[in-house]
C-alpha cells in the first residue's frame, strides 16, 4: 500500500516544452525548499511528448528530465504516465513510475483510501483502448525508431499549435461515468480534463498552464493553489 502524505504537491498537465514555465520555477521552489514538500506527485502529461526507447525525443525536454531526477535523490516522487507521456521507468530510474494498466493507484491516508488516475483510464472507447496498447510498446516504438526524427519533429511542431485550455461541455455527466467504475473509494483525484472542479468525491486536477495551480493535499483535502512565477 502506499501512502499519500499531508502536503502532497500534486501536479497536473504541464505540457513541457510548449508550456512550462510556471513548472520549471514551482521545481525550482520546491528545490530550494521555497515551497516545503516531501512527496511530489506527478499526474500526466507533463511533458507535451515523451516516451521511453528512444534518445531523440529526450532532446526536447532534457532539462526538465535531469531536474526532476535531481529532486527525485531529495523526495519521493510519484509519476502516472498520462497520454502524452509513457514508457517512463528507463528515464526516470529513482521515481515510482506508474504506467496506465497499473492506474489507479490507491493509497491510504489515515483510514481514508485515494484513488489516482491520470484521467484517461474509463470512458474513453475501444478504440483508444486498443491504441493505447499499441503505442505503449516496447516493440512499437522500437520499430518506429527509423523514422523518428522525422515523426517526433512533425507531432512536436502540430502539439506546438494546439490550444490545450477549454471548457468541458457536460463534464458532470463524465465525472458520473468515469465515477462507477471506482468502489471503496473516498476522494478519486485525475488530471487529464484541465477542469480544476469538483465534483462530489470526484476532483479534476487544474492545469498548471491553464489555471497556473496545483494541488496541495492538507488534512484529507486538495485545495488549489495559485502560481505565480514571482
Not at 505503449?136 to 485550455?165: A, E, F, G, V, Y
Not at 478519486?188 to 477542469?195: A, R, S, Y
Not at 480544476?196 to 485545495?223: H, M, R, T, W
Amino acid at each position: 500500500m502506499s501512502y499519500l502524505q499531508d502536503k502532497a504537491i500534486f501536479i497536473a498537465d504541464a505540457h513541457y516544452p510548449h508550456h512550462g514555465k510556471e513548472l520549471i520555477s514551482l521545481l525550482d521552489d520546491i528545490k530550494t525548499a521555497k515551497i516545503k514538500t516531501t512527496q511530489l506527485i506527478l499526474m500526466g502529461d507533463i511533458f507535451d511528448l515523451l516516451f521511453g526507447y528512444n534518445d531523440y525525443i529526450k532532446k526536447y525536454s532534457q532539462n526538465l528530465i535531469d531536474l526532476l531526477n535531481e529532486l527525485s535523490q531529495d523526495i519521493e516522487i510519484i509519476y502516472l504516465e498520462g497520454n502524452h507521456d509513457f514508457c517512463l521507468e528507463s528515464i526516470f530510474a529513482n521515481i515510482k513510475v506508474i504506467p496506465r494498466d497499473m492506474q489507479p493507484l490507491v493509497m491510504q491516508y489515515q483510514n481514508m483510501r485515494i484513488a489516482l488516475s491520470h484521467g484517461d483510464l474509463y470512458d474513453v472507447g475501444f478504440g483508444y483502448e486498443l491504441y493505447c496498447k499499441w503505442l505503449r510498446n516496447k516493440i512499437t516504438l522500437t520499430m518506429l525508431k527509423p523514422w523518428q526524427k522525422s515523426i517526433i519533429d512533425s507531432r512536436m511542431h502540430k502539439l506546438s499549435d494546439k490550444n490545450i485550455c477549454h471548457d468541458f461541455t457536460g463534464f458532470d455527466t463524465k465525472v458520473k461515468k468515469i465515477s462507477k467504475h471506482y468502489t471503496d473509494i473516498d476522494i478519486i483525484i485525475e488530471g487529464h480534463f484541465h477542469q480544476a472542479k469538483q465534483v462530489g468525491n470526484y476532483i479534476s486536477l487544474p492545469s498548471l498552464v491553464c489555471q497556473k495551480q496545483y494541488g496541495l493535499f492538507e488534512d484529507g483535502k486538495v485545495v488549489f493553489k495559485r502560481y505565480d512565477i514571482s
